[in-house]
Each structure stands twice: as structure tokens, then as C-alpha cells.
């Protein structure tokens, strides 16, 4: 968000804003400074000196107000520019403490002597810090916390604290100013009332700081409180009251830009080395894409500009959890794979070995994957993120679908499990609605919504174990001359399908087949899903509901996340589709698209089936409708291996063109 203007930047806009960036990181001062911290010798070299000229070159923090020592911009710059740091090679520890944790947590709650006192020395890289939560009994559970804050009334009147506790497991705090502390100022009345938050000196008289040794080159340290006084105005935010603002905070840290990043340096350090892998090189290299698109939703809406300059929290918080536990796990596997194929080779990033090493705590900070999957299976879905046209027509299609379903007997265990002619109850539904003229361009007589409305409609399908005549039909209008596309969709609206059409290997309509598979693809899983959920709920074992026990509620979240990766790279792909994007790309990311819809689509339901026990083979549920059509749609177009192999070929020959 451009605050001057209160809009969105433009795409241009945010493009001049990564070049400035790009010039100032390849200019001789930053350069110098990377370099010097390069060759320090030792494992953690200090940062603080690059951090310096970041700081002077405005390389921090442009989303803080200039007042701040920010350049007034908005969360799009802010994550470009961190994208932009962390692919220059900038260690990024303490700007994410600092910067991404600290100063946010000023910017949403602090006082405006806090911020006058703190944010402008953050921002010319001359202050860190050091986020203060984790305690050796409490791990992930915050609320468990022991160190407490109590008045301090020795001098008199009480107009401070005085903490004591140890905190373990901070990072860089041998080099960091100041601590943003947790701890518990009074009695709880429930678990997470009592607890507020503090900044500390850490140099203060009190503070005790020691190295925890670690598998990482970034060394551990635990920090020991001792009855140390900090005044009244350390607080942030409200007494007692320190509870929302770190959920808050703690969703805005789970965005996974950070773990996406990390993912992605080390995928390139490989490919580099010229490894001939296709399958998997495909198979991580959508991965990544979609990490990225994952970091890309969560922070677009993560921060919004609030009255005063301040800003405010906006965050979806299973969707943060989601985004957390899959880039996490993404970047931890890549780590893995990265290390197999480049350690032994010579010349090598030297990141690749570091990153071996640092990937195992990757899924540990920031909340266990474990505790991530937790917070989505307590939400029991995802928002989809439809924009508005998009929420109104899932919801038009949902309804109409549904009421398709009720009206007549679903197929039974021995019965084909959905009907491809215009008997299916789908497609009278779908006619109901206009669906054939969606991609129609407004020219031809048609709606001109784009590829983007026919992936909802080939989602909702799936969702509702259908397939009836829509996907061959549109397929069919994109092989049609324009004059006659027109006319075509009105008679199928009419009722008249088109009969599934003979494409080529390749091309732009081979490449809309396949995203519009790959969306009723991933219908199928989240209809499975959604299915397997609810009985979870219903059906109880041992005492108590299916959904109490983490050994079905956690696998059915593993599946929401896949679910909302594969939608995101439909999405992507049916983007590029719309846009007229190069002919290469839009046919590699519909493979990478439907292979993973495909994958994804074979675990869910067979995960599904396995949650509903011996009713997911009988008709007591609609799941062997989902499980059989996944069984026959997942290879209707090509079978996935085929599908990596052909992206995996494209994305070598961008990196031989490059």
C-alpha cells in the first residue's frame, strides 16, 4: 500500500522499487560490506556491519513511516525488499527478529515514545533485537510461560517491574540491544490471561546471556533474568493483556516468506550444478513456485496502514499456520535433497552445507508443524481466497450442484461412479447457469470471465463427485474459430454438449484442459476431505469424537494444506492462461499444475476413506464416488509421472536458454 495515496502500488511501481533495490545491494558499499562478513572467519560471523549499510542505503525496513526512519511505502515493498536480500545472499536472522518481529509488534502496539525511542535506530540498522518466548519448560505451549513481571516497589511508588526467568533458544542475542520479553504479571484466569509483553535491556544489570551449542552455524543462547527492572514504559500494549497481540503476531511471522526463500536459494544452488533430474527437478521446483505463492497470499494482506500511520494486523490465522507448515517442511526437504546432490560435488554454494545443518530447526520456529496442523484442523477448512466474481460464482455453483445431488439417487457401490452425457445432474445445473459461455469472449456472445471462473466450476464438480459434459465441452470451444465459438456455447447452454475433442500433445488448449482438470482434480480431494472432516466430527471412538485425536485430525490437515497448494498453482497457471503468457511457460506450469492436483487428489481420498473406516466402501458415504473418479481422472489426461517428466524438461531448457 503506497500510504500517500492509500492504493495498492502498480506493478511497474513495485518493479522500479525491486531495481532500486537490486542497484543499491550491487552497489560497491553493500558489496564491500557482504564481502567482509564472507570472509569473517568462524561460523556466525557478525552481521551488524552489513546491517549498518543496509541501514544507510534504506534497505530495511521502506514499509515504516518516515517519521520511523521508514521510507512511507507499503507490505509489497516490504516483502520485495526482503526477497530481494535474502537472493542477494544477506543473512536474514536479524532482520527477521528485528525488523519483521520487534518492529512490528512496536508499529502495532507501542506508544508513540516507544516507536520514537526505538524504530528510527531499527531502521538505520544501529539497534536489534532478540524475541524472548521460548522457556525450557513451556516449547511451543507460550501460555505455560514461568518468568514473571512483578511491580517493583522498592523506591517507592510502583512504576515498573522486575523480571525474572530464563528464556532459551533466542538467536543472535550476543549481538542484539534490546528483548522483547513474555512473561506473566499476574494470576491467569485461563491459560492465557495474565501474561504481557516487555522490551528489555539486554545489557542491563540482571540479564545473563550464554551459548546453547547448536547443529546450526547460528548459535543458540539462553538468557537468564534476575530481578531485572525495567520501567513503566517498557510495556507494550496492555497489562495482562499480552496474549492477543502475540497470536497476532505470531500468525504475521507464519506467512513463510522466510522458509519460502530459503527454499528456493538452496533449489538453485542445485540446478546450478547442473543436475539432470527431470521428475524432480519439476516436482521441487512447483513446490517452491507454490511456497512462494503461499508467502505471496499471506503477506499481501498482512499489514494495512491504520489511523495515526500506525498499522494493524490482518491475518488469517489457519492460513498463516498452513503457509508456516508447508514452506517450512518444503525448505526442510529441499535442504535434504539439496545436501544429496551438492555437498560432494566441487565448487559448491557453501550454503548448501549450512543450510543441511539449519534445516532442522526450520519446523521447529515459529510453532511446531505439528502445532501448524493443530491451528488448520481446529479451523476444519481454508479459505479458497476467491475474489469477489469468484466467491458469488462458487457459491451460485455450489448451491445449484447441491440441489442436482438431492434430487435423485446418487450412483451406488457397484454403479459407474459419475455419467459423462448430459444425463448427469450436473450439467442441467451447469446450463442453468451460463457455464459454457464463461470463456467466451464478450465479443463472441459470451461472458468473458476467463479460465479463472472454470476452474471454480471444475472444482465444485469435483467437490461434488460429478463430471458430466462441462470439461469436454469447453475444452472443445477452445479449438473452435472465433466466429463459430459463439454460436457453439449457446447450443450448449441450450442443452447440446460438445463431444471431448481430440488434442494435440501440446499447445494452448492441451494447456487449458489440463488446468481445468487439475482444479476438478483438486474438487475431489477437498469433496473427500470435507467429507471425512465432518464424520470425524460425528463419530466418536473411544469416548470421544474421531476429531479429538491427533492421528486423524492432523493427517486430514496435512491434506487441506496440499489441497491449498495445488490451488494455488492452478490458479497461477490459469492466471498466465488469461494473460496471453509465452506459449513454454503457460504449458509447463498446467503439467506442474495437474501432476500435482493428481498427486494431491490420490492422497486425500485415500486418506478420507481410511478416516470413515469400513463406511468409506459402502454407500453410507459418498466417498467411494470420490475415491473412484479420482482413480480414473488423476490418469484421464496423462499420468503424473508423465507430467513431471515433460515439465521437468521445459524448466532445463529455461535454465540452458538462460
Known amino acids: 500500500m503506497d500510504h500517500s495515496t492509500g492504493h495498492p502500488p502498480t506493478a511497474d511501481g513495485l518493479d522500479v522499487f525491486r531495481r532500486d533495490v537490486r542497484e543499491r545491494l550491487a552497489g560497491p558499499a553493500v558489496r564491500a560490506a557482504l564481502d567482509a562478513w564472507r570472509a569473517a572467519p568462524g561460523p556466525?560471523?557478525?552481521?551488524?556491519?552489513?546491517?549498518?549499510?543496509?541501514?544507510?542505503?534504506?534497505?530495511?525496513?521502506?514499509?515504516?513511516?518516515?517519521?520511523?526512519?521508514?521510507?512511507?511505502?507499503?507490505?509489497?515493498?516490504?516483502?520485495a525488499l526482503y526477497e530481494e536480500l535474502v537472493r542477494a545472499g544477506v543473512p536474514d536472522t536479524l532482520h527477521v527478529n528485528t525488523v519483521q518481529i520487534v518492529g512490528l509488534f512496536l508499529l502495532m502496539a507501542g506508544t508513540p515514545e516507544q516507536k520514537a525511542a526505538h524504530l528510527p535506530a531499527i531502521a538505520a540498522g544501529e539497534r536489534f533485537a532478540s524475541v524472548l518466548y521460548?522457556?525450557?519448560?513451556?516449547?511451543?505451549?507460550?501460555?505455560?510461560l514461568r518468568t514473571t513481571a512483578v511491580r517493583d516497589t522498592a523506591s517507592g511508588p510502583a512504576d515498573g517491574w522486575r523480571l525474572d526467568g530464563t528464556k532459551v533458544f533466542s538467536l543472535k542475542s550476543d549481538r542484539t540491544h534490546l528483548g522483547l520479553c513474555a512473561a506473566r504479571t499476574g494470576p491467569a484466569d485461563g491459560r492465557y490471561h495474565g501474561i504481557s509483553l516487555f522490551l528489555v535491556d539486554l545489557a542491563a544489570e540482571g540479564v545473563h546471556r550464554s551459548v546453547i551449542p547448536g547443529l546450526a552455524d547460528e548459535r543458540f543462547h539462553q538468557v537468564e533474568l534476575r530481578g531485572v527492572r525495567v520501567g513503566a514504559d517498557a510495556l507494550v500494549g496492555t497489562e495482562h493483556q499480552g496474549w492477543p497481540l502475540l497470536t497476532q503476531a505470531l500468525a504475521v511471522e507464519?506467512?513463510?516468506?522466510?522458509?519460502?526463500?530459503?527454499?528456493?536459494?538452496?533449489?538453485?544452488?542445485?540446478?546450478?550444478q547442473g543436475l539432470d533430474r527431470s521428475e524432480e527437478i519439476a516436482r521441487y521446483g512447483a513446490a517452491v513456485d507454490a511456497a512462494a505463492l503461499f508467502a505471496a497470499r499471506l503477506t499481501a494482506g498482512v499489514l494495512?496502514?491504520?489511523?495515526?500511520?500506525?498499522?494493524?494486523?490482518?491475518?488469517?490465522?489457519?492460513?498463516?499456520?498452513?503457509?508456516?507448515?508447508?514452506?517450512?517442511?518444503?525448505?526442510?526437504?529441499?535442504?535434504?535433497?539439496?545436501?544429496?546432490?551438492?555437498?560432494?560435488?566441487?565448487?559448491?554454494?557453501?550454503?548448501?552445507?549450512?543450510?543441511?545443518?539449519?534445516?532442522?530447526?526450520?519446523?521447529?520456529?515459529?510453532?511446531?508443524?505439528?502445532?501448524?496442523?493443530?491451528?488448520?484442523?481446529?479451523?476444519?477448512?481454508?479459505?479458497?481466497?476467491?475474489?469477489?466474481?469468484?466467491?458469488?460464482?462458487?457459491?451460485?455453483?455450489?448451491?445449484?450442484?447441491?440441489?442436482?445431488?438431492?434430487?435423485?439417487?446418487?450412483?451406488?457401490?457397484?454403479?459407474?461412479?459419475?455419467?459423462?452425457?448430459?444425463?448427469?445432474?450436473?450439467?442441467?445445473?451447469?446450463?442453468?447457469?451460463?457455464?459454457?459461455?464463461?470463456?467466451?469472449?464478450?465479443?463472441?456472445?459470451?461472458?468473458?470471465?476467463?479460465?479463472?471462473?472454470?476452474?471454480?466450476?471444475?472444482?465444485e464438480l469435483g467437490r461434488a463427485a460429478l463430471r458430466g459434459p462441462y470439461l469436454d465441452t469447453a475444452a472443445a470451444l477452445d479449438l473452435l474459430d472465433p466466429d463459430a465459438v459463439g454460436p457453439a456455447a449457446e447450443a450448449a447452454c441450450a442443452g447440446t454438449p460438445l463431444p471431448a475433442p481430440t488434442l494435440p500433445p501440446t499447445g494452448p488448449a492441451t494447456a487449458r484442459q489440463r488446468i481445468r482438470q487439475a482444479a476438478h482434480l483438486l474438487g475431489l480431494a477437498a469433496g473427500a476431505t470435507?467429507?471425512?472432516?465432518?464424520?470425524?466430527?460425528?463419530?466418536?471412538?473411544?469416548?470421544?469424537?474421531?476429531?479429538?485425536?491427533?492421528?486423524?485430525?492432523?493427517?486430514?490437515?496435512?491434506?487441506?494444506?496440499?489441497?491449498?497448494?495445488?490451488?494455488?498453482?492452478?490458479?497461477?497457471?490459469?492466471?498466465?492462461?488469461?494473460?496471453?503468457a509465452p506459449e513454454t511457460l503457460l504449458a509447463r506450469s498446467a503439467a506442474e499444475a495437474l501432476a500435482t492436483a493428481a498427486e494431491t487428489a490420490l492422497e486425500a481420498v485415500r486418506t478420507a476413506v481410511h478416516t470413515a473406516g469400513v463406511r468409506g466402501l459402502t454407500a453410507?458415504?459418498?466417498?467411494?464416488?470420490?475415491?473412484?473418479?479420482?482413480?480414473?481422472?488423476?490418469?484421464?489426461?496423462?499420468?503424473?509421472?508423465?507430467?513431471w517428466h515433460t515439465a521437468g524438461s521445459a524448466r532445463l531448457a529455461e535454465l540452458a536458454g538462460r
Open 304 to 459: 494495512a496502514p491504520a489511523d495515526g500511520g500506525g498499522h494493524t494486523a490482518e491475518v488469517d490465522e489457519p492460513l498463516s499456520a498452513a503457509a508456516k507448515y508447508y514452506t517450512s517442511e518444503l525448505a526442510q526437504e529441499i535442504a535434504g535433497w539439496a545436501a544429496a546432490h551438492g555437498l560432494s560435488t566441487p565448487g559448491t554454494d557453501p550454503g548448501l552445507e549450512a543450510g543441511y545443518r539449519e534445516a532442522p530447526g526450520l519446523t521447529l520456529s515459529a510453532g511446531t508443524s505439528e502445532v501448524m496442523l493443530q491451528v488448520v484442523a481446529g479451523a476444519g477448512a481454508l479459505d479458497p481466497g476467491d475474489d469477489l466474481l469468484q466467491q458469488q460464482l462458487r457459491q451460485a455453483v455450489r448451491k445449484l450442484l447441491d440441489r442436482a445431488v438431492t434430487e435423485r439417487p446418487r450412483p451406488g457401490v457397484h454403479d459407474a461412479p459419475a455419467e459423462d452425457g448430459p444425463d448427469c445432474p450436473s450439467w442441467p445445473a451447469l446450463t442453468e447457469l451460463g457455464a459454457p459461455l464463461f470463456e467466451v469472449p464478450a465479443e463472441a456472445g459470451g461472458l468473458d470471465l476467463g479460465l479463472a471462473a472454470a476452474t471454480v466450476v471444475a472444482e
Open 530 to 580: 470435507g467429507e471425512a472432516i465432518g464424520l470425524s466430527h460425528r463419530r466418536e471412538q473411544f469416548g470421544r469424537p474421531l476429531a479429538q485425536w491427533q492421528g486423524v485430525a492432523l493427517p486430514l490437515a496435512r491434506q487441506l494444506v496440499r489441497i491449498e497448494a495445488g490451488r494455488l498453482l492452478v490458479r497461477r497457471a490459469a492466471a498466465l492462461a488469461d494473460s496471453g
Open 44 to 79: 556466525d560471523a557478525d552481521e551488524r556491519p552489513l546491517y549498518r549499510e543496509l541501514g544507510r542505503q534504506g534497505l530495511l525496513a521502506p514499509d515504516w513511516p518516515v517519521e520511523y526512519g521508514g521510507r512511507g511505502l507499503g507490505r509489497a515493498e516490504a516483502a
Open 254 to 272: 507464519r506467512t513463510g516468506l522466510d522458509y519460502a526463500l530459503k527454499a528456493e536459494r538452496w533449489y538453485r544452488a542445485v540446478l546450478v
Open 134 to 144: 521460548t522457556e525450557p519448560e513451556t516449547g511451543s505451549d507460550l501460555a505455560a
Open 620 to 643: 453410507a458415504t459418498p466417498l467411494h464416488l470420490h475415491y473412484r473418479l479420482t482413480r480414473t481422472e488423476a490418469v484421464r489426461l496423462a499420468t503424473p509421472a508423465t507430467l
